[in-house]
Every structure is written in C-alpha cells, then in structure tokens.
C-alpha cells in the first residue's frame, strides 16, 4: 500500500475512533495534508502532544478504530489482566477524571456466571465504603454498551500491586509491610462485616497508592453472604490461587468464610516479610502438596529483623489447622498496631504501566505462553467493537 493511502487510512481511523474533538481532527487533517507527512511521523507527533497514547498509536497503525469509547469514557491503554476480565485505563471526556474500567474476556461474555460474576464485584464496590477497599467511580458502576459489552467502572488507584512492589524493591521494611497489613485487615474485616468473603487474597490483589495506603481489589470472586438473597453465592466450588487458598478448602472440609480468609492473608504477609513463599512449588500441585503438608520455614529464617511477636503472628496466620490459627482479625489489628509504620510509596505510575506493557510482550515472545495470548488477543477483540458513544 503507497504511503499515500496508509496516511489516508490513518486518518480515517482517527476520524471514526471519537479519541479527538473536531479542532484536533481538523489539525490532523492539515498535518497529513503537508508534504512529505508519513504516518510514523503523524502517530509521533499525536503521542508527543499528547493528544493519543502510545497504545492508542500502535491500535490505529493497526487500522483498529472501533472500542476506544465506553460510554462517557475513553479508552487510554491497558493496566492489567485477571482471571475474567482485562482492566483499562479510561478517561471521562467531559470531565476528565481518570478511572479504571474492567471487560471481561471475550471467551466470558457470553457465559452466565462471569455476568453474574462481575454484577457481584459491582456490588461490592458499591456497598463497600471503606478507604482500603478500591471504589465504585459511579453511583451505578456496572454499565452496558449497545453492543452487550458489560463493563465495571471503578476508582484508579495510581500505584503497584504488593506484587510489584516486592519486585522493584526486592526487600521491604517490616515496618512497612506491618503497616501495609495492619491497612490490609481493617479492609478485610469491613468487608466481612458487609457480608463478603474475598476468597483470592493475594500479592497481586493489593494495590498501594504513592501516600502508602493499601487497598484490597478484585472482588469477583467473591462468595457473599448479605442480605440480598439473589446475590448469595452457591455452595461448594473452590476457587482461589494454589499457595494461597485456605488446606480446608483444598480438602472440601469447610465453606469459606473469614478465617480461610485471614489464612492468605497470612501467606501474603509472609511473602511481603521474607520474600519467600511459606509453600513453595514449582507447578501448582507442588505448591499445594506444600500447603497440606503444613511445613514451613519460620520468617525468622529469612528475616531476623522481623520482631518475635509479628513472625509468631504471621505463623500462626497460615498454621495448617484451622483449630490451631488465630481466629479473628481483630487479634490481627490489635496486633500489628504497635509495630506498623506509614511510608510514600515513590513509582511513576506511567512508567510502572510501561514497564507492564513491555513485561507483557517479553513473556508472549519469549514463551508464547497461552495466558498472554489471552491477553493480548482480548485487547484486540475489545478494539473491534462499535463505538458505543456514537
């Protein structure tokens, strides 16, 4: 195709996406109208004024223009992928505000329970009113397109997961890790106050924003118990991730409820002291024959600075017998208060998003591992939806 017709095509992406107004459109159309204007060059000039994203720039090169608009909100890039759905970074376009919007995955639209799934998850944002809980960023978060697409509009918290986090830094304060949990369980225990269950608490479910307070996120797994009956989760299926689940879960012995709560916690907080899972594996049956063996290395071993009594707390989280494990979350609270300690959290959340995107295509080249596919696949098939704002 001549450079002529790439740059033509370009535009008329831009003109159908609904990214830019109608004074930028007209910019653009004089810019590509200049001589020896190339679409590299176009693109390079939109991302540097800051008029389209990088991930926008590298979608309309592709000549996708569809679904860069839900609702009122634009599309700016992706922020992450989980189990049912992919979360975008958006953008209101009357007012501005950031918020993050999560779709679930193409191979989930259509199936019942990861509906009912996400109505969950909009339930609890929405009922659960607490500073270490991520928001609902509507009074109604759960929305529909006109093509079927349902979407969740929640708060963005510009920060790493707890995951990240350990990455970049390699060794946290205890101090700070106390404080990150001692945050952790008065979400929680709220939580467990309304009704719900979390049921995948884990690194990756913990995002902290730069004044350090840490807040719990995605509830779509969650198992409630409240006062509206028709969201009641059903008995039985077990869910969660190996290493982090409960062993009476494991075993089918018990429903979850707080305490299989408190117990990943438990192994998150040790993971967050030692850098080290408490049961370790290289596979997930590995990690879960660890966990119903019971066996760990004491937090000491990895981390003599950790005081004696937050390493017996942690230990005695993540016991393999219920019986045996601390038994409410207030004795976490009143525990944890004396030795937590509030840092900043210092990361340039724009270059943490990059840093994700690049983290993202390495994996899918260098293993071509079914997960990124997944990923990278779903951002393609969101893009081929009809703009619903048009």
Same mark, same amino acid.
């Given at each position: 195709?001549?450079?002529?017709?790439?740059?033509?095509?370009?535009?008329?992406?831009?003109?159908?996406?609904?990214?830019?107004?109608?004074?930028?459109?007209?910019?653009?159309?004089?810019?590509a109208n200049q001589p020896n204007t190339s679409v590299g060059a176009l693109l390079s000039v939109l991302v540097k004024s800051q008029w389209l994203t990088s991930f926008q720039s590298r979608q309309l090169r592709?000549?996708?223009w569809r679904g860069f608009r839900l609702g009122q909100y634009r599309i700016l890039r992706p922020l992450s992928s989980g189990g049912i759905g992919i979360v975008f970074w958006a953008r209101h376009c009357v007012t501005g505000r950031d918020v993050a919007i999560k779709v679930l995955r193409s191979q989930h639209r259509s199936k019942t329970?990861?509906?009912e799934r996400l109505k969950l998850e909009a339930l609890a944002l929405s009922l659960l009113q607490h500073k270490n809980i991520v928001r609902a960023a509507e009074a109604n978060p759960l929305a529909e397109t006109d093509y079927c697409l349902n979407y969740l509009v929640m708060e963005l918290v510009p920060g790493p997961t707890l995951r990240e986090l350990l990455v970049a830094r390699?060794? +946290?304060?205890? $101090?700070?890790? %106390?404080?990150?949990?001692?945050q952790a369980a008065r979400g929680l225990k709220y939580a467990h106050q309304q009704g719900f269950i979390h049921r995948d608490i884990k690194p990756d479910n913990l995002i902290i924003s730069s004044d350090g307070t840490v807040k719990l996120l995605d509830f779509g797994f969650a198992k409630y118990d409240g006062d509206l009956p028709e969201f009641e989760s059903p008995p039985g299926r077990r869910v969660g991730t190996a290493g982090y689940i409960a062993?009476?879960?494991? +075993?089918?012995? $018990?429903?979850? %409820?707080?305490?299989?709560?408190?117990?990943?916690?438990?192994?998150?907080?040790?993971?967050?002291?030692?850098?080290?899972?408490?049961?370790?594996?290289?596979?997930?049956?590995?990690?879960?024959?660890?966990?119903?063996?019971?066996?760990?290395?004491s937090v000491s071993y990895w981390n003599p600075d950790v005081p004696r009594p937050v390493a017996e707390l942690v230990e005695r989280m993540i016991r393999k017998s219920r019986f045996e494990r601390i038994a409410t979350i207030d004795e976490v609270i009143d525990s944890l208060s004396p030795y937590a300690q509030r840092d900043c959290v210092d990361m340039c959340f724009k270059s943490l998003v990059i840093?994700?995107?690049?983290?993202r295509n390495l994996r899918n080249a260098r293993n071509r591992s079914i997960e990124n596919q997944k990923f990278l696949s779903d951002v393609?098939?969101?893009?081929?939806?009809?703009?619903?704002?048009?």
């Amino acid at each position: 195709m001549s450079d002529f017709w790439q740059l033509h095509n370009l535009v008329e992406c831009l003109d159908k996406s609904g990214l830019l107004d109608d004074a930028r459109l007209e910019k653009v159309h004089q810019l590509a109208n200049q001589p020896n204007t190339s679409v590299g060059a176009l693109l390079s000039v939109l991302v540097k004024s800051q008029w389209l994203t990088s991930f926008q720039s590298r979608q309309l090169r592709r000549g996708r223009w569809r679904g860069f608009r839900l609702g009122q909100y634009r599309i700016l890039r992706p922020l992450s992928s989980g189990g049912i759905g992919i979360v975008f970074w958006a953008r209101h376009c009357v007012t501005g505000r950031d918020v993050a919007i999560k779709v679930l995955r193409s191979q989930h639209r259509s199936k019942t329970k990861f509906r009912e799934r996400l109505k969950l998850e909009a339930l609890a944002l929405s009922l659960l009113q607490h500073k270490n809980i991520v928001r609902a960023a509507e009074a109604n978060p759960l929305a529909e397109t006109d093509y079927c697409l349902n979407y969740l509009v929640m708060e963005l918290v510009p920060g790493p997961t707890l995951r990240e986090l350990l990455v970049a830094r390699k060794k +946290l304060r205890w $101090q700070q890790v %106390c404080d990150f949990f001692l945050q952790a369980a008065r979400g929680l225990k709220y939580a467990h106050q309304q009704g719900f269950i979390h049921r995948d608490i884990k690194p990756d479910n913990l995002i902290i924003s730069s004044d350090g307070t840490v807040k719990l996120l995605d509830f779509g797994f969650a198992k409630y118990d409240g006062d509206l009956p028709e969201f009641e989760s059903p008995p039985g299926r077990r869910v969660g991730t190996a290493g982090y689940i409960a062993p009476e879960l494991l +075993l089918d012995q $018990q429903e979850p %409820c707080a305490q299989t709560d408190l117990y990943s916690l438990g192994c998150t907080f040790y993971v967050a002291l030692t850098g080290n899972h408490p049961f370790p594996g290289k596979t997930r049956e590995d990690r879960i024959d660890a966990q119903l063996d019971g066996r760990f290395r004491s937090v000491s071993y990895w981390n003599p600075d950790v005081p004696r009594p937050v390493a017996e707390l942690v230990e005695r989280m993540i016991r393999k017998s219920r019986f045996e494990r601390i038994a409410t979350i207030d004795e976490v609270i009143d525990s944890l208060s004396p030795y937590a300690q509030r840092d900043c959290v210092d990361m340039c959340f724009k270059s943490l998003v990059i840093a994700r995107d690049r983290a993202r295509n390495l994996r899918n080249a260098r293993n071509r591992s079914i997960e990124n596919q997944k990923f990278l696949s779903d951002v393609s098939r969101h893009l081929s939806f009809e703009d619903s704002a048009d």
